[in-house]
């Protein structure tokens, strides 16, 4: 297994392993499953952005939930 070093301070740890025993969970296991969440949100919402930029440059549009719902009803 790889091993990646990260340095804070003494507050920062003091506050850390105090999350790490509220959820139960080692803190190297703490800071590796927020850590991967908060990442794998920040790519989505890149890659939606991303996506919503190429579907707007190649003239596509949007419907709004309100114009589903006038058109399909509450299905």
Avoid: N, P
């Avoid at 392993?17 to 790519?43: M, N, R, T, W």
């Avoid at 930029?53 to 114009?67: A, F, H, I, L, P």
């Amino acid at each position: 297994m790889a091993v990646i070093r990260v340095q804070v301070d003494a507050a920062e740890k003091e506050w850390l392993q105090y999350l790490a025993g509220f959820h139960g969970v080692s803190l190297s296991d703490l800071i590796k499953e927020y850590s991967i969440a908060q990442l794998e949100d920040e790519y989505d919402r890149q890659t939606a952005a991303i996506a919503m930029k190429r579907w707007r440059e190649d003239g596509r549009k949007t419907v709004s939930m309100q114009e589903i719902l006038a058109k399909f009803g509450g299905l």
